[in-house]
């Protein structure tokens, strides 16, 4: 609490953490932006909370006084708490249930399926291939 933070710190620009979307991107985005600004762990600490909405500000603000050692230790107790939100991980199978409907034309169903395929992390082409042909 007694650290300062510069002068010239600008607290990062980030859509606040709601409580209902994913933590981990929000962490991610926070210490992205905090490692470019070169922000000590102090004033990861500090800014950390103006990045959060008034219900989840109210979680932080439960915290007992003394108990935060560092910017891991914040993120630990933030992810404990808000882990339940966590985005459901999807893989290249999910794509098999994406079907063309009736009447919807091929640009709308190819937008979606891309939208569908964008989603997964470790896809293997041949499935999504297959994937985008059975379901039209």
């Known amino acids: 609490m007694k650290a300062k933070v510069p002068k010239d710190f600008k607290a990062p620009d980030l859509t606040p953490y709601d409580g209902m979307s ?14 470019l600004t070169d922000a000590s762990d102090a004033t990861r600490c500090k800014a950390f909370p103006t990045t959060l909405t008034k219900i989840v500000i109210k979680w932080f603000d439960s915290l007992p006084p003394r108990t935060i050692t560092s910017f891991d230790d914040l993120a630990k107790k933030f992810q404990a708490r808000f882990s339940i939100q966590k985005d459901k991980t999807k893989h290249t199978p999910s794509l098999l249930g994406i079907k063309q409907e009736d009447r919807e034309n091929l640009r709308s169903y190819m937008k979606r399926f891309n939208k569908a395929y964008l989603d997964i992390q470790n896809f293997l082409t041949e499935a999504a291939i297959m994937g985008l042909i059975n379901g039209l």
């Open 22 to 35: 994913d933590l981990s991107h929000h962490l991610s985005n926070f210490g992205s932006r905090m490692y």
